[in-house]
């Protein structure tokens, strides 16, 4: 045998990618359904495993491109395969929100699938972790699975990113109590001590724990669906992960309170009842005092057969669920008040699918990006905005105030460096004619990329023709060594000279 070291010097290029909404652009729910938001309008799947009444959880990585899928006890890759250890979850099909999966912060391979049982059962709000670089790729849960939090919460599950840091809050509610729990997801790995909030109403029957719940895009608001109970309407303080200031948006609904969805700008609830003959309603965030938000109930839809889950998506519409139904409904202009929010019957096809009560849950900073575009993320670089609408003035709030006056800008297209590496809520508030419009978007400052000399690669070429083929992208972690495979890209050149080429174009 003929052994060869082939030692390799590596030219490597980064591309750094934006916190982005691709990774909630596949959906999968109901029975078989799916729908991919990739092209921009969704499009049905057809080769989702996942039967389920209600929960369900989907995630794709920052290009948009399936990674895993579940209903909160069966885990299946992006081949729709039964994930290596995926069976066995302690969600519930039947559970409103069954599961949420969420990245572990600045380790690219690493997900964690949160589930709550259902009807408060006694397997509570558990975790398992997901490693992605398992199985060639397709991932498996790790023996970190079934990590039991608190028991009993009720179905309400949701999550947002932390303000000032790489990390998330994944926010569970108690029964028998009104206490939120908000669990703080870093890079070290999920806090199992929460925050607890004890605010709003009690939680005391089993359908009352029935019902979803959401955090607002830019993180300001939490509204809580308790089927039989009430609807309510919180603060949400994305440092702290403290809940306060509880409004009961409508007492005695008799005739639902389950799914609940904030529009894009944050400024537009949404509630929906599962309950034939009736309907969708909208809340007003900005009408003024608490009693005019109360007041601002309109019906925008109605329905004979009951309504299921709302759900933000990625082109900033909202999509309902219908129950046994093989079209979604659709919100076109979440933002708008009353009847300009263009509601729509039947407006998704499913391709013979049929949708249920559920649709899957994102962490809702997701969402948080709408009309605002950024580029050049690593410390240091100079960081470009664009506001895509037609506007007549703008004020930019990039949240870094160690950067003094050079924190603010009235360009239409500014830049920034940014001071530090982390996470900075930056908001522009907008004016045409009269019209006033603040939005937000998370940005993630990186520091600069370092490339490590991987270990020389040792063949053997068994038919000595001096040929042997093998796969360089086999060394990228090595190369990344601890650096995001999702936020750093390398790029394998067979010389200077072909690096040069491709850098002139």
Known sequence: ????????????????????QEEANIWYFGENAGLDFNPGAPVALLEGQLVTEEGCATISDNMGNLLFYTDGITVWNRNHQIMLNGTGLNGDISSSNSAIIIPKPQVSNIYYIFTVDANAGSNGLQYSEVDISLDSGLGAITSNKNILLMTPVTEKITSVIKSGSQG???VAHGFNNNDFLSYSVTSIGVNSTPVISSTGSDILADVYSEGCMKISPNGQKLAMAN???????????????????????????????????????????????PIPDYGIYQYNLDAGSNTDIINSEIEISNNLVGFGQLQLATDGKIYIAKYNSTFLDVISEPNAVGVSCNYTQNAIPLNSRKSFLGLPPFI????????????????????????NDIVDSVVWDFGDPNSGINNYSTDLEPIHIFTSPGTYEVSVTATLGSDVATDYVIVIIYEQPTAA?????????????????????????????????SVFNVTYYASMMDLYNVSKK
């Open 453 to 485: 000399q991987p270990q020389d690669i040792l063949i053997c070429d068994d038919n000595n023709n001096g040929f042997y083929d093998f796969d360089l992208t086999t060394q990228d972690l090595d190369v990344l060594n601890g650096q995001s495979t």
């Open 364 to 387: 809702q900073s997701f969402f948080s990006i709408s009309n605002i575009q950024f580029v050049n993320t690593c410390l240091g670089d100079a960081t470009e905005f664009l506001l």
């Open 168 to 170: 998330y809050w994944v």
């Open 1 to 20: 045998m003929n052994y060869k070291y082939f030692s390799l010097v590596l030219i490597l290029s980064f591309t750094l990618s934006v916190f982005s």
């Open 227 to 273: 089927v039989g109970l009430n609807a309510q309407l919180f603060d949400f303080n994305t440092s702290s992960g403290m809940v306060s200031n509880p409004i009961t948006l409508s007492n005695g609904w008799e005739y639902g309170a389950y799914g609940i969805e904030f529009s894009p700008n944050s400024s537009v609830l949404y509630i929906s009842s």
